[in-house]
Each structure stands twice: as structure tokens, then as C-alpha cells.
């Protein structure tokens, strides 16, 4: 079997935790920031998971992460 490869898009935008959850950054955080709140701006600034329905999917794109 040749090896599977990475979606090298996927792979600079998600990575795996010890646990096995896929994170993420949060969208809506590289332009028109002056709108938004400060509050709003700090939340955007968290990391965020990939939700449990997306995670398989998530995964087969990046194989050896």
C-alpha cells in the first residue's frame, strides 16, 4: 500500500491534540476589525475545536499528524 498524502492545505490549518481532537483557529479575525469589539476581537483569539461530526473527515486529510 503507498502511503496516503496530506492535504497541505488542512495541515497548516489544523492541528492534533494529545487527546485526539482536531484544533483550529477561529474565523473572522484577519480584516474589518475596527467594528468589531475589543471583547469580540479577544474570543477570536482562542483556539476552537472541530466539531465531532467533522473530525473523521478532518482526519483523513491529515493522516500522519
Known amino acids: 500500500m ?6 497541505r492545505g488542512a495541515a497548516k490549518r489544523f492541528s492534533l491534540t494529545k487527546s485526539g481532537k482536531i484544533k483550529r483557529a477561529k474565523a ?3 480584516h474589518i ?3 468589531k469589539s475589543t471583547k469580540r476581537k479577544r474570543g477570536l483569539r482562542q483556539t476552537g475545536f472541530i ?7 478532518i482526519a ?6
Open 51 to 57: 466539531a465531532p461530526e467533522e473530525t473523521k473527515k
Open 33 to 35: 476589525l475596527t467594528k
Open 2 to 7: 503507498p502511503k496516503i498524502k496530506t492535504h
Open 28 to 30: 473572522y479575525k484577519s
Open 60 to 65: 483523513k486529510l491529515i493522516p500522519y499528524k
